[in-house]
């Protein structure tokens, strides 16, 4: 009887030690696969950071393109004109935010 527990309990340490292995290495691959990552990914001084200009700044962006805007659309009295000024606007607004405040970096 004696000699039966132990073959079991070989071969429940087996199984154990086996699983144990297993884990080992799932757990080595990841983290050589998260060191990867990190090797790759840039580093940036406000990596994830939104907010990149005061509050004014992004006020006066939203709302100076949406007075143009209106003023386009209250004093040209042409639509065919009102549309392309208005087209204009809206595609030089990013260019001219970038010119007049500068690309803030961080």
């Not at 079991?8 to 154990?16: D, G, N």
């Not at 691959?29 to 200009?53: F, Y």
């Not at 006066?60 to 000024?85: C, Q, S």
Request: no cysteine; glycine share 4%.
């Amino acid at each position: 009887m004696s000699k039966e527990r132990a073959r079991r309990r070989a071969e429940r340490l087996a199984v154990q030690e086996k699983q144990k292995a297993a884990r080992a290495r799932k757990v080595a691959r990841r983290q050589r696969r998260r060191a990867v990552l990190r090797r790759l990914t840039p580093r940036t001084r406000n990596a994830g950071r939104l907010h990149r200009r005061s509050r004014s700044e992004r006020i006066g962006i939203v709302l100076l393109p949406l007075a143009a805007a209106a003023a386009v659309w209250l004093f040209v009295p042409e639509l065919g004109l009102r549309i392309v000024l208005t087209t204009l606007l809206v595609l030089s607004a990013p260019a001219l935010v970038v010119v007049i405040l500068g690309r803030k970096a961080g």
